[in-house]
């Protein structure tokens, strides 16, 4: 029996995994050794300030993108985040407001539509929003909605995903919200009281075939679950029920249709083929857990949790095989996205011997294969 992480496990997984991005280099992924360097890797430079380059967000083909500097992570010290937007190859500071925890979620549709989660103080969700000029607050009204995940279509077509709790609640119910240009609506999932639901990733392939994942548990605490996939119709949201034996939450869901979506988390690995599911679990030395899934080349690529070797994965058709990645060295969280002009771009961090580690983002170009 695969089990999958927790809830706070699947927290940590995404406080852990660094970046998404997508532009163009020249060089596709091989097989071979994960600890091997790929030359065609072009680095992406950090914005010239203090604190290292942590979170990178494409829009469109990668000409323009958004960017999260952190300074203190894991040294002990107070976090000093500060976010920022890349056009061309120069870097502007978006001002932020101060002493706010970021989740590292975020979306965008344009250097006017960006978004960003969190939770101020670690308490209450903070859905802020820059418009091109300033950031503006755009929370749901409802105070118990805390969401998770989030995608963005344009600036009048953003969902978003998570759970609805409050401090007495009997039960915790899964929510989708939708933002139409104007504000929220949220849609609360049935729920059996005593129990609760987490949706932690939301993909939207057209407004027909929308795609959550997360975990649905027997009780409050979130300590008795298992996977929990839904899938909006257009009208309503009903769950796509996952194969028995698995306990835990999905962490990822990525699809190019509804004939062809992956939900992973911990170490296992489903896939939808549009009547049923196939497990299609990851067994690489070293891999702790799935820590990101995009499409390139026509095939999958999976980042990586990795305690020993490499952080980067292809499943060619039966199995998951390693590849090598823009670091030459071992690489943990790595997080990874493709452009719309089918580049793909990574980050995540390295890990040295003696434990300590160093965040890293790169780019490669589109593959003739795609």
Not at 33 to 39: E, G, L, V
Not at 218 to 230: E, H, I, K, S
Not at 271 to 292: C, E, M, P, Q, Y
Not at 308 to 328: C, L
């Amino acid at each position: 029996m695969s089990t999958l992480p927790s809830s706070a496990t699947s927290a940590l997984l995404r406080k852990a995994a660094v970046v998404l991005l997508a532009g163009g280099a020249t060089l596709s992924l091989a097989a071979g050794p994960a600890q091997a360097a790929s030359p065609g890797w072009e680095t992406l430079a950090k914005p010239n300030t203090d604190g290292s380059l942590y979170d990178v967000l494409p829009v469109g083909d990668g000409s323009t993108a958004f960017g999260q500097t952190v300074w203190g992570r894991n040294s002990g010290d107070a976090e000093v985040v500060r976010y920022w937007l890349r056009q061309g190859t120069a870097w502007k500071e978006l001002t932020y407001e101060k002493d706010r925890a970021d989740d590292g979620i975020w979306a965008a549709t344009s250097a006017n539509d960006f978004w960003v989660l969190g939770k101020k103080y670690q308490q209450s969700l903070s859905v802020s929003h820059w418009n091109g000029t300033a950031w503006e607050k755009r929370n749901p009204a409802d105070a118990s909605v805390n969401f998770l995940g989030i995608k963005a279509v344009s600036a009048t077509d953003v969902w978003a995903v998570g759970e609805s709790r409050t401090d007495t609640a009997t039960s915790v119910p899964g929510v989708v919200g939708h933002w139409d240009g104007t504000s929220w609506k949220v849609t609360k999932l049935p729920q059996a009281s005593g129990g609760s639901t987490k949706l932690n990733s939301v993909q939207v392939n057209s407004a027909t075939d929308i795609w959550a994942a997360g975990q649905t548990c027997t009780d409050t605490a979130g300590t008795n679950c298992r996977p929990y996939v839904v899938k909006y119709d257009g009208a309503n949201w009903k769950e796509v029920v996952t194969p028995t034996g698995l306990t835990g939450s999905l962490t990822k869901v990525v699809a190019r249709g509804s004939g062809d979506v992956w939900v992973v988390g911990g170490t296992t690995a489903l896939h939808w083929n549009g009547t049923g599911w196939t497990r299609a679990d990851i067994t690489l030395k070293g891999v702790t857990s799935f820590a990101d899934l995009a499409f390139y080349g026509g095939q999958l690529y999976a980042g990586l949790h990795s305690g020993t070797d490499g952080a980067f994965a292809r499943w060619n058709g039966q199995a998951w095989e390693a590849v090598t990645g823009p670091v030459s060295y071992s690489a943990d969280g790595v997080r990874l996205t493709t452009a719309t002009d089918g580049s793909l771009w990574v980050a995540g961090r390295t890990m040295s011997f003696f434990g300590s580690s160093s965040p890293f983002a790169a780019r490669l170009a589109a593959s003739a294969a795609g």
